[in-house]
């Protein structure tokens, strides 16, 4: 059984539709890429997993239970945790509290504030400042260790590229691969194709709203995602 | 010597006034909420006090035990089942219900308790003094209350400070929206806030009940102080709220000293003052706009 089933899903801002019937699976332990350009709904769909844009067709299931159209804070406590995009940091709590923030509603499992410490030191060594002290690079792994501290069973991660320098990306995404190493379930969405298709079993490419391509990264040839990517 | 006593006494009020604002801001911080009826919940505290002065044979101090709790319950229910409904829609849902809180507040009770004034009788030490020598003396109530906002403003302080409950205030103050994503559920948040606001006022009712008379329309003026400690002090600031209050009553007493009927007048033209010179008061927390 998969950890995560979508099915169908179709979500809505007013009048204007986002996403069209898109169905998608996640294995336990995988992590999986959505890849498209700007407007795709790669963001709209990650939202509406994590509850915060209502499903208004189409099922979501987490390990066999339907959990559509809950609050994000209901989410969680099931497991799955949002990296949202542009990191959002909580400009009056300090790094370490960032961190708690995220073990708000923690389930038992392997992330500790020590652990996350050792992934990413700067984060020790900076605990103290305001979190939005941080360079980008850093608050994109503040915000990633934020959400590690509930110990997702399925930690989604939105753009962790976006408006970052190619060296900082590259140790973002080899950090992701640790962290799917210590079995973290994580599905990847990202614009930067060349980083994500390194690290995920099987991508996803959604266009206008629906999965354009999906497959195993290694079976997919560059005219294939172009093509699936912008159209053709 | 006169003069230096309107200055102790009006520090010492200032420790009221911070009373009353604490919720207020405390409220205000979190949601973004302005509490129109705040001052009518504290006439409420002490109205129920009352009851449970002459119901139980209580002294007023400690049926504050019952009251504050019943208050925190008050708030919490408020939120949940009303004032959570107006959130995300702009300030003036909120400003609206909130005076019609008031209103409803003040006329029930005046058909519960008429217009007739009441008073908190604590049996002796609201009349005691302490001779702090050369003549001045100060109300060991006055003291008491004064220590008592101070406590209480440190208590809250550690609260928001170091507690999960604190950082979730400050997170959900900052971002609501990504706070839920965090896992905190900011509509029960916010009914710990409101519970937690009304648990304070309901103090600061008893505490001016014991003080001084009261009756069913006192509320509003209570609102009013609590707002000038609040923008003297600056918004998010605590301490800056006892500052603010300190302020206020100094004004105020030192005011009255110049002529007995120019007390309220004078705060509220330094209230004024400061609105002109610092808009965002004295010590408003420095915020990053981006």
């Known amino acids: 059984m998969s950890l995560l089933a979508v099915r169908e899903l179709s979500t809505f801002y007013g009048d204007f539709q986002a996403l069209f019937g898109i169905s998608l699976e996640v294995a336990e332990g995988e992590t999986v890429a959505v890849i498209g350009a700007n407007g795709a709904g790669k963001t709209t769909f990650l ?17 066999g239970q339907l959990v559509g159209n809950r609050p994000p804070h209901a989410l969680v406590d099931l497991g799955i945790v949002l990296v949202p995009e542009g990191r959002k940091i909580f400009p009056s709590l300090s790094v370490r509290e960032n961190l708690e923030i995220g073990a708000f509603r923690r389930r038992p499992g392997p992330w500790t504030l020590e652990r996350i410490h050792r992934l990413f030191p700067i984060l020790d060594e900076r605990r103290d400042q305001p979190g939005t002290n941080l360079s980008g690079g850093e608050q994109q792994m503040l915000a990633i260790g934020r959400g590690l501290m509930a110990n997702p069973r399925l930690l989604l991660v939105d753009e962790i590229s976006l408006g970052l320098a190619p060296v900082v990306v590259k140790h973002l995404y080899a950090v992701l691969t640790d962290i799917a190493r210590e079995g973290t379930t994580l599905l990847v969405v990202e614009q930067d194709v060349s980083q994500v298709l390194a690290v995920a079993q099987r991508v996803y490419c959604f266009r206008k709203g629906a999965v ?10 560059r005219a294939e995602i172009a093509a699936a990517y912008f159209g053709a | 010597m006169a003069w230096l006593d309107a200055v102790v006494q009006g520090i010492l009020l200032g420790g009221l006034y911070a009373l009353f604002a604490t919720g207020l801001s405390l409220i205000f911080g979190v949601m973004r909420l302005v509490n129109l009826a705040h001052g009518d919940f504290s006439i409420l505290a002490a109205f129920l006090a009352v009851v449970a002065v002459h119901a139980l044979e209580l002294n007023p101090l400690v049926a504050l035990a019952l009251v504050a709790p019943i208050m925190a319950v008050v708030g919490y229910g408020l939120q949940r089942l009303v004032l959570n409904r107006l959130l995300g829609r702009g300030i003036l849902p909120a400003v609206l219900v909130t005076f019609g809180f008031s209103v409803v507040i003040q006329n029930g009770l005046l058909q519960i308790f008429s217009a007739d004034s009441q008073r908190l009788n ?34 809250l302080q550690l609260l928001i400070g170091r507690s999960a409950i604190g950082r979730a205030f400050r997170a959900s103050s900052d971002d609501g929206d990504t706070a839920e994503l965090m896992g905190i559920d900011n509509r029960r948040l916010y009914g710990f806030a409101m519970a937690l606001s009304l648990a304070i006022v309901a103090i600061a009712g008893v505490v001016l009940g014991i003080r001084t008379t009261f009756t069913f329309a006192s509320g509003p003026d209570r609102l009013l102080f609590a707002f000038e400690a609040v923008i003297i002090g600056g918004l998010g600031s605590l301490w800056g709220t006892l500052v603010g209050g300190v302020i206020l009553g100094v004004a105020q007493t030192v005011g009255a000293k110049l002529s007995p009927g120019w007390g309220v007048l004078t705060g509220h033209l330094v209230f004024l003052a400061v609105l002109l010179l610092r808009p965002s008061g004295l010590f408003a927390k420095a915020r990053r706009v981006d």
Do not use: D, K, N, Q
């Open chain 1, 47 to 63: 939202r509406t997993l994590a509850g915060a844009l209502p499903a208004a067709r189409g099922s979501i299931a987490l390990a």
């Open chain 2, 122 to 155: 604590p049996g002796g030490i609201e009349t005691a003094s302490l001779a702090l020598g050369g003549g001045l003396a100060v109300g060991w109530f006055s003291l008491l209350t004064f220590v008592l906002a101070v406590v209480l403003l440190g208590a």
């Open chain 1, 212 to 221: 354009s391509l999906a497959g195993a990264p290694e079976r997919l040839s």
